[in-house]
């Protein structure tokens, strides 16, 4: 069975410092893995993804990640926050057809 | 931004009736998911459908019904709502479903509110 674990449910940041996002999965195959974005009443926007190719996924908005099997997480960073960063992160993990989403992070940015 | 819209975005309903969610895709993607987002738990599937008329249980499939009858809509029912039903409900929709890696697409969610 796969599953996700955020291990931050809230992170602030200073604008222009870097922001880090952990996220460690379980799965019992090759997973595939992705990174959503979620800002305030709205949907779900896909930032990244990983499927088995280059182990540093780059994304939109200035955002990557690096899949570590043999630590099995998929952190999420960005070298220098914007406020507009300021929303809820989702890391997901999927085997098949089915998404399993971790409990999401919070992400405030200060001025 | 992907073509899906919801309707509606906000309700609010009383426990015992029945309530219909509606996910509409302009993409003509075959696969169509229903989930709800309450805090601390991320997404979770309710329902899913991999064509017209086909559509399988999700991990929290109780007390919901779903229907495809045509490409382009997917309806979620609530039979006779409860509070626990009270959450926000996100349509996705995916190109090749049933493949590792394959993203989905969400709509923008509806907000409902069982008194």
């Known amino acids: 069975a796969q599953s996700v674990t955020q291990l931050d449910s809230h992170v602030s940041v200073s604008e222009g410092t870097p922001v880090l996002l952990r996220c460690n999965y379980s799965?019992?195959?090759?997973?595939?893995l992705f990174w959503y974005v979620q800002h305030p009443n709205k949907g779900l926007q896909l930032l990244l993804k990983y499927t088995s190719a280059a182990t540093l996924v780059k994304g939109i908005n200035g955002f990557e990640a690096e899949f570590k099997k043999s630590e099995t997480s998929f952190h999420l960073t960005k070298p220098s926050a914007h406020m507009s960063d300021a929303a809820e992160y989702f890391c997901v993990v999927s085997e098949s057809y089915k998404l399993s989403f971790g409990a999401g992070t919070t992400v405030t940015v200060r001025a | 931004d992907a073509g899906i819209t919801q309707s509606p975005r906000h309700k609010v309903t009383e426990t015992g009736t029945p309530v219909t969610l509606r996910c509409h895709q302009t993409?003509?993607?075959?696969?169509m998911y229903w989930y709800r987002q309450d805090p601390g738990h991320g997404l979770r599937l309710i329902h899913y459908?991999?064509?017209?008329?086909?559509?399988d249980k999700g991990e929290v499939s109780d007390g919901y019904s779903v229907s495809r009858s045509k490409t382009e809509d997917f309806l979620l029912t609530l039979e006779s709502a409860t509070s626990s039903q009270t959450s926000v409900y996100f349509c996705?929709?995916?190109?090749?479903?049933?493949?590792?890696?394959?993203?989905?697409?969400f709509g923008p969610g509806t907000r409902l509110t069982v008194l």
């Open positions: 993409e003509n993607h075959r696969y």
């Open positions: 799965s019992s195959y090759s997973p595939s």
């Open positions: 459908s991999y064509g017209v008329k086909d559509t």
């Open positions: 996705a929709i995916s190109e090749l479903g049933l493949v590792a890696g394959n993203e989905q697409f």
